[in-house]
């Protein structure tokens, strides 16, 4: 949220929008022409062919999904890349190139915050534990007494990983067109530094042995819940009270934009939120079911809708649209 608000400020007080201020001010002055801030931006450039798709695991194969644009998260995920391009990005900040000048990487990369219950970032810094400790957008921990500082992002099918190890002066850029490349790329930086500080065979492995059994673990969980939301699914079919056109249109709330409702097909359990990839239907993505409220004006016409968003916050907390007129 910290985020978002920031990306609001820098809106207010620059008079652009945050993406032409990204590509303005950071991507472009560090030559990074294939990164984009929306995938309507991909495939209005010249590269939209090379716009990977992006599949969820689930019995036993993958499955295509759809591109996933965030606007309510805007400023702390889903930006658009490659690997070669956002390597640069890394690369500026190992090597402190304008824009990115040392006290812009100092203070990104300092530790604010420790990530672990009971312990302080004096307990994390002496003790040399592998705890992790929360900067500005970065993750600060240690592996066998080296520094990683790194980045880390999932969404609906995509996974990303990008890390600096300053005592080696080595960066790495992991991205991947499904969920288990986050679990994935969090071996790496460790597999990286046992090979560069030669570590012994017999003492390697350890972290990617447990980090498997919580994946496992997560897919066991996330195979539950699919079951479950298929469930209420299916409970949920039919209980619309008025023409399924009442319910579509464009709605509009400040702080996560645009919402559009539609259809797919003419039936209720149909209705796509486009924009934020909540769909009550037979899709068997790892998607969670979300709460949906309607308002109904005195005519039978939807007039608002909320959605429940923020997992955070209590589960009748919603955060409510407004329908925008004149959309056809």
């Not at 889903?78 to 090597?95: E, G, L, P």
């Not at 530790?111 to 312990?119: A, E, L």
């Not at 039936?267 to 979300?290: C, Q």
């Amino acid at each position: 949220m910290m985020y978002t608000v920031a990306t609001h400020l820098i809106e207010t007080l620059s008079q652009q929008s945050v993406s032409d201020f990204l590509l303005e001010r950071r991507l472009r002055p560090l030559g990074m022409t294939s990164t984009f801030n929306r995938s309507a931006e991909v495939w209005a450039s010249s590269q939209g062919d090379r716009f990977s798709s992006p599949y969820f695991f689930h019995d036993g194969k993958y499955h295509h999904t759809c591109h996933q644009d965030t606007p309510g998260g805007q400023g702390a995920e889903s930006i658009k890349s490659s690997v070669n391009d956002y390597a640069k990005c890394i690369r500026a900040m190992m090597n402190r190139i304008d824009p990115i000048t040392r006290p812009i990487y100092e203070s990104v990369t300092t530790p604010r915050v420790s990530q672990t219950s009971g312990k302080t970032l004096e307990d994390i810094e002496n003790d040399g534990s592998p705890e992790a400790s929360y900067a500005l957008g970065w993750d600060v921990k240690h592996h066998r007494g080296a520094k990683i500082i790194a980045h880390d992002g999932i969404v609906a099918g995509r996974g990303s990983r990008m890390f600096i190890l300053p005592s080696q002066n080595i960066g790495a850029v992991v991205l991947g067109d499904s969920e288990g490349t986050f679990h994935l790329s969090a071996i790496t930086p460790n597999s990286i530094i046992d090979q560069v500080m030669e570590t012994p065979l017999d003492q390697c492995g350890g972290f990617a042995k447990s980090r498997v059994k919580r994946f496992e673990a997560q897919e066991a969980r996330r195979e539950k819940t699919i079951k479950r939301n298929l469930e209420r699914r299916a409970q949920a079919k039919g209980t619309l009270q008025v023409d399924l056109e009442a319910y579509q249109g464009s709605f509009w709330n400040m702080g996560y934009r645009t919402l559009i409702v539609e259809d797919m097909d003419a039936r209720a359990d149909n209705i796509i939120f486009r924009g934020y990839l909540v769909e009550i239907i037979g899709d068997e993505s790892d998607e969670e079911v979300l709460p949906v409220r309607f308002k109904f004006d005195t005519e039978g016409k939807v007039i608002a809708v909320a959605l429940g968003l923020e997992k955070a916050l209590d589960t009748d907390h919603l955060i409510w649209f407004t329908r925008e007129e004149g959309w056809e």
